[in-house]
């Protein structure tokens, strides 16, 4: 099979593209992903090659938007809603909270919403308070969503498909970190599934369950302390909801302790929820309390060095492992 | 446009029905038979009735938490909407929704949405796929006057212009949003001017008067179709009874509610019917007995009708996992 | 008569005060028609009557504070007939204010019953006030292990117990070196779940039925002897030293192989090897079901005490399922003995690659012929399975006579 170099980016733009030329149905819509390219600059060319009807420049007005997309879903379109960031999208929480996720069950089972919301999230880029927060977790805590946060290029690449053809909605969490990460892929590379974790590291020692951006710095502290003996696993969550149990368990079941590392706030947050499913699954397995690396408790802030202290970093991911297997 | 006899009894019935459901409604409330919130349409079945006549079986219905209207109007099946009302399975939502909830995908009545302006942006979506895909339907999207005060409101109505779609914006403007009334929430309490201020063509008519909805919908329907762009109606009416059920209705006077059911659409109608000779006390007699039973008979359908099991909670939270 | 009753007008309103009639007795009311004032906490609400007709009573005064549901005035019919009721079912011809639950929901879900577990052991209860810092983890493999974790010393995060303390702790004395594996096979994990242990013996017996050519012999002997013996010996000797038969019957088999050694090691590789010791095997069944054999080394050169000794600990330590893998696989021949199930004779199967197997069955009382005279004695069955490859009868015979011989005369043991 023959591999290319590409981006995350770019893996993003392919499978969007993908996507519109498979299925007229689909199109792209949101704050400036036509002329300007998308603020990302995931959608640049595409206004070119698909036209103004289908890749759609908005105002900004993210609840007539993200609603309007709902709407078009009901009437038989497949759109793939772009909100700059998660930041703004809570000028949307009432159409993807009270609508979006609603409507299937208030009208028992009669309407389906297949809406695929796609947003930026995370910080690292000096973008300070309203920019920067990862909220995936107040969308990952409503029924009736589906939640998936691409860490891979092949993921980035595959998730959208899959996410398309699910009838419900699905939003996407790309960590704005990532765009401009490169690696090889296959050319073939297409939709992948997009319900279960994946183990992006095998070990013995500790499990280490994180997702999204944080996957990476994960995998450098899993490196680190492979070359102190420490052989920690890592999973690689994909989807928010529904949380694969099964793989987190199985693996904290082979290594007997759980780090999880969630570039949100700790409080009542995503990591709280995988620890207590952990707690309550596996007790038995567990030979540590878990532990968990997360935002500190701020906003983030805009200086270099306050935001990185913010954040989760390698080094921190590791010496948490340090202090779970050492006395 | 000449009234004739049978479209006149046709309308008076459609009102009459409403009416008539929704006293029972209250009814059964006290009774507790029907819980949650109740917000009643009575004194505003003119808008519902008139703007239905004009939509055409593709038509799409977007509708607001007060919408036993609107979905009896638009043909959703007496029966179903009462159980709905209980509460049962064999309710319009299956039971799901309640009141405030009520849907119906064979007659795309996209429901009762109890989000003051929620509906807007979906309004404005399922235009947005009829313009894609080359569809003749016109979407009409009820809200009240309180939706106006909403951001959706603005943000729907700049979208639908800019993008020209084939919506018919009706607000049923009846001077309060709960206990607040119109000039205590709005600067500018001329509403259809704020849609002009977005290009959206507009008008306001008497809500209270059914043959005059049924024109101006008519026209604004014929004029969505043909232009393929929005417009806005707006219908002056009033609500008779309270908010929901649970409302003293501090915020106004009964004198005022007195004099606005003096102008009551049935009250109205019943006399214009007379008036044109179109109808004896007799007819509208038999009409009231029939719309009685019918409305009898969805009760005891409703009480009949069995409780969803407990088995079957989490139905209906995504589409693949159906039990 | 129809009652007018207190309505509900939220479900959060559980009852109201009448503030005011607005009818008296006597009234014509219509369908509609506001009757009386009731105070919520909502504020006053006009209450209205949903049937016409005459006020016969008014049953509630004003400023009376009455429960959602009550009846506050009765209403005589006004003389019109009454609508018919729409061909409603038998069992509800009036409209009585029932305030019945949904059938479906009840308030509360059940509790769950107590799971009909025993009770914890009384010593886990009494330790509440110092409980022992552990992982779950390590308590749970503490109790497979048949482990105190209260007497560790936790390596774990603030001292904790983990699990890797409890394997260390249940693991062998340092006395016990380890051993090669004269099996030479690849040892196993040693914390085999009932299902691997099964698979085991099921590989393993499969094998020494297809491979070896079994051959059968069985000898009574007479316990008198070893049993007087025992009695004096344990009567005379402090609890750690105290023997059972069993240990008896393992010397035996291990003296009488220094003279028959074709009994004593492998076919391998086409030919016999003989053991480069005399290590017996003694048959262990599992708690959890299973049997393991692990091997008693050098028993001819060990005392009926030092045999004892560590016949109990591999006894324990098969039971806790922590057996070295060199004790799992270290027997040059097997000793199985059913004492305590009630069968007389034992056919036993060899233990591949091993060439022999030893089986005792249940000693039981019986009648005896002593110098011409029938006796009451206690008997236990001794049976030989060898390897006809490696032995013949002839050597069988005289080898179970051997041990037969032995276990007559306990003070050569």
């Known amino acids: 099979m023959s591999r290319s170099k590409t981006t995350y980016r770019e893996a993003v733009r392919a499978a969007i593209r993908e996507a519109m030329r498979d299925d007229p149905r689909v199109f792209l819509m949101g704050e400036d992903v036509g002329r300007y390219g998308g603020c990302y600059a995931v959608s640049m060319g595409l206004l070119e090659e698909f036209g103004e009807q289908r890749v759609r420049d908005t105002p900004l007005s993210e609840s007539a938007f993200v609603g309007a997309g709902i709407g078009a879903a009901l009437g038989g379109m497949r759109p793939i809603v772009e909100v700059m960031t998660v930041n703004f999208s809570l000028l949307a929480l009432d159409q993807i909270v009270n609508t979006a996720a609603t409507l299937r069950h208030m009208s028992g089972g009669q309407f389906s919403v297949p809406l695929v919301i796609r947003m930026a999230t995370g910080a690292g880029r000096q973008l300070a308070a309203q920019h920067s927060h990862s909220l995936e977790c107040w969308y990952a805590h409503v029924p009736g969503l589906k939640v998936v946060a691409p860490a891979t290029l092949a993921d980035a690449r595959g998730m959208l498909g899959t996410a398309l053809a699910d009838p419900d909605p699905v939003i996407v969490f790309e960590h704005a970190g990532l765009y401009n990460m490169e690696g090889e892929l296959e050319d073939d590379a297409g939709a992948v599934d997009i319900s279960r974790a994946a183990v992006r590291r095998t070990g013995k020692d500790v499990t280490l369950v994180t997702y999204g951006g944080s996957l990476h710095k994960t995998l450098q502290a899993a490196q680190a302390l492979a070359g102190e003996g420490i052989e920690a696993e890592v999973v690689d969550l994909r989807s928010l909801r529904p949380i694969d149990d099964a793989t987190i368990v199985k693996s904290l079941s082979r290594t007997h302790r759980a780090l999880v590392v969630d570039e949100g706030w700790r409080t009542l947050s995503l990591s709280a929820e995988i620890t207590t499913r952990l707690v309550e699954q596996a007790f038995y397995e567990l030979d540590a309390p878990v532990g968990r690396v997360c935002s500190e408790e701020v906003p983030i802030p805009y200086p270099a060095h306050l935001e990185a202290a913010a954040l989760p970093q390698p080094e921190k991911i590791a010496s948490a492992v340090r202090r779970m297997l050492r006395a | 446009m000449t009234l004739t006899r049978d479209h006149g009894l046709h309308l008076y019935r459609e009102m009459l029905r409403i009416r008539r459901f929704e006293e029972r409604a209250a009814e059964l409330y006290t009774e507790e038979k029907i819980r949650g919130f109740l917000h009643l349409y009575n004194g505003e079945e003119a808008v519902a009735v008139g703007v239905m006549q004009a939509l055409q079986p593709q038509d799409a219905i977007v509708a607001t938490y007060r919408e036993h209207g609107h979905a009896l109007a638009a043909g959703l099946p007496v029966n179903e909407v009462m159980a709905e009302l209980f509460g049962k399975a064999a309710g319009s939502s299956g039971g799901r929704g309640g009141s405030m909830h009520i849907f119906d995908a064979d007659l795309n009545f996209y429901g009762g949405n109890a989000i003051v302006g929620g509906g807007l942006p979906l309004a404005v979506g399922l235009g947005l796929s009829d313009r894609m895909l080359g569809r003749d339907r016109v979407t009409a999207c009820f809200f009240g006057e309180g939706a106006v005060a909403e951001g959706e409101f603005h943000e729907s109505m700049n979208l639908a212009a800019l993008w020209k779609l084939p919506v018919l914006f009706i607000c049923e403007n009846n001077l309060y949003a709960m206990g607040t009334a119109l000039d205590r929430s709005e600067s500018e309490t001329d509403l259809h001017a704020k849609a002009a201020g977005y290009r959206v063509a507009s008008e306001a008519v008497d809500g209270m008067d059914v043959e005059a909805v049924e024109t101006a919908a008519a026209l604004a329907v014929d004029a969505v179709r043909t232009e393929g762009k929005p417009r806005f109606l707006e219908c002056r009416t009033y609500r008779f009874r309270a908010h929901s059920m649970f409302d003293a209705q501090l915020y106004r006077d009964k004198d005022e509610v007195t004099e606005w059911k003096g102008k009551g659409p049935l009250l109205r109608f019943t006399k214009r019917l007379s008036e044109a000779g179109l109808a004896t006390e007799d007819d509208l007699a038999a009409i009231d007995r029939e719309v009685m039973e019918e409305v009898d008979e969805a009760v005891a359908f409703a009480e009949a009708a069995p409780w969803e099991p407990v088995a079957s909670l989490t139905r209906h939270v995504y589409t693949d996992a159906q039990s | ?413």
């Open chain 3, 1 to 413: 008569m129809p009652e007018f009753l207190m309505p509900s007008l939220g479900a959060d309103m559980t009852q109201g005060t009448l503030v005011e009639w607005a009818v008296k007795p006597g009234d014509r009311v219509h369908r509609g028609d506001v009757v009386a004032v009731v105070e919520t906490s909502k504020g006053a609400i006009d209450v209205e009557i949903f049937s016409d007709g005459i006020i016969d009573q008014l049953l509630v005064p004003e400023g009376t504070t009455v429960p959602v549901g009550e009846p506050l005035a009765l209403v005589r019919s006004d003389g019109r007939p009454e609508p018919e009721a729409p061909a409603a079912p038998a069992e509800a011809p009036v409209r009585p204010v029932t305030r019945e639950p949904a059938p479906e929901a009840p308030a509360e879900p059940a509790v769950p019953v107590e799971p009909s577990t025993p009770a914890p052991a009384a010593e886990a209860r009494g330790e509440a006030a110092a409980r022992v810092r552990a992982s779950p983890a390590a308590r749970r493999r503490a109790e497979e292990l048949d482990v105190d974790i209260g007497k560790l010393q936790g390596t774990g995060p603030g001292g904790a117990v983990v699990i890797a303390d409890v394997e260390q702790a249940s693991g062998p004395g340092p006395a016990e070196e380890e051993t090669p594996n004269p099996m030479g096979e690849k040892p196993r994990a040693l914390t085999e779940a009932p299902g691997d242990i099964r698979e085991i013996i099921a590989a393993a017996m499969t094998r020494s039925k297809r491979e070896i050519p079994h051959y059968y012999l069985s000898n009574w002997v007479d316990l008198a002897p070893a049993n007087g013996w025992l009695a004096d010996w344990n009567d005379s000797h402090p609890v750690e030293e105290r023997l059972i038969p069993g240990v008896l019957m393992i010397r035996a088999v291990a003296l009488a192989l220094e003279r028959f050694h074709e009994f004593n090691g492998f076919f391998r590789d086409g030919k016999f090897q003989p053991g480069d010791g005399i290590h017996v095997g003694a048959a262990i069944s599992l708690r959890r079901g299973g049997l393991v054999a692990p091997g008693l080394r050098d028993a001819n050169k060990r005392s009926l005490v030092e045999l004892m000794t560590a016949f109990r600990g591999l006894v324990a330590r098969a039971r806790a399922g922590r057996l070295k893998a060199s004790e799992m696989a270290g027997g040059t021949i097997t000793v199985s003995s059913l004492g305590e199930q009630g069968v007389e004779e034992v056919y036993p199967v060899i233990y591949s690659p091993q060439v022999a197997i030893v089986g005792f069955g249940t000693p039981s009382e019986r009648p005896w012929v002593v110098e011409g005279r029938v006796e009451p004695r206690w008997l236990v069955r001794v049976s030989l399975a060898a390897d006809h490859r490696v032995s013949d009868g002839h050597r069988g015979a005289l080898f179970l006579e051997a041990v037969t011989h032995l276990l007559q005369e306990p003070d050569s043991l």
